[in-house]
């Protein structure tokens, strides 16, 4: 499976040197490089396709994902924020923001509203269910 996947990501790669604005390539090395918990990589193939292109929500929502498993808690807190400024509908980035301030920034009462403000704006949005799940939970 291994050696599968690097044929994969060198195929990727290849493709992206011989055409520089594929950004479906780029988001798909960034996406296997994010499953493969490789924060690092994952972070030049997004911050690349959102060079491209800055009007992908779910790119800058999984680099604000990336960026906080890197440590970067700022950073992956402002990628999450411009998302919901941006695509107030994008239900991903309000988990993802709520998750980083309960357990990145211990500001639970924050998440909260982060959550119940995804519900408020939301509501039949898929991600509905998780942030009601999360407002249940107690951190």
């Known amino acids: ?10 195929n990727l790669k290849q493709q992206l040197n011989e055409n520089p604005v594929d950004i479906e390539a780029a988001v798909m090395l960034g996406n296997y490089y994010y499953d493969q918990s490789d924060a690092a ?9 959102l060079h491209l292109n800055p009007n992908q929500p779910a790119v800058r929502t999984d680099l604000g994902t990336m ?3 890197n440590g970067d ?13 941006r695509y107030p509908d994008f239900g ?7 998750l980083l301030l309960a357990r990145g ?4 009462s924050d998440a909260r509203k982060v959550w119940q403000q995804l519900i408020d704006l939301c509501p039949g949005h898929p991600a509905v269910d998780k942030a009601r799940e999360l407002l249940a939970h107690s951190f």
């Open 1 to 10: 499976m291994q050696g599968k996947l690097e044929n994969i990501i060198d």
């Open 41 to 49: 990589q994952s972070i030049v193939y997004y911050q690349y396709a």
């Open 67 to 69: 960026f906080w498993k």
């Open 73 to 85: 808690i700022g950073i992956a807190e402002r990628n999450f924020r411009e998302v919901i400024a």
């Open 92 to 98: 991903n980035a309000y988990l993802n923001l709520g």
């Open 105 to 108: 920034k211990h500001q639970v």
